[in-house]
Nanobody, 124 residues
Framework: QVQLVESGEGLVQPGGSLRLSCEAS????????MAWFRQAPGKEREFVTA????????RYADSVKGRFTISRDTAKNTVYLQMNNLKPEDTALYYC?????????????????WGQGTQVTVSS
């Protein structure tokens, strides 16, 4: 009943910017918290950022604070991840996720639905 589709993959140079999008089917934005996770080759999937819906709040991993911004457009059922001042260590497959919760969570198992992932590569 719920589908998440990411877009915005790309190759950028260090210090560059990129915006990812996650479009959700149905009306899950009514109750769901949305988040972004990422997974680099050979590493565990890690939390990046999340935004609440019923309670409008955000959370960020320390590694992206001040550089990444999560936002939503309710009319378009879309969540965005604006990434600025990108670093090579940001290179990963980025996943959109949704949780039936009022507040954002940084725990993977809290999320019920996942997108297929979109690749971000930061290299000179």
């Amino acid at each position: 009943q719920v589908q998440l589709v990411e877009s915005g993959e790309g190759l950028v140079q260090p210090g560059g910017s990129l915006r990812l999008s996650c479009e959700a089917s149905g009306s899950i934005f009514t109750m769901y918290t949305m988040a972004w996770f990422r997974q680099a080759p050979g590493k565990e999937r890690e939390f990046v950022t999340a935004i609440g819906r019923m309670i409008d709040s955000t959370r960020y991993a320390d590694s992206v604070k001040g550089r990444f911004t999560i936002s939503r457009d309710t009319a378009k059922n879309t969540v965005y991840l604006q990434m600025n001042n990108l670093k090579p260590e940001d290179t990963a497959l980025y996943y959109c996720a949704a949780a039936f919760a009022l507040q954002p969570s940084d725990v993977m198992r809290a999320y019920n639905y996942w997108g297929q992932g979109t690749q971000v590569t930061v290299s000179s």
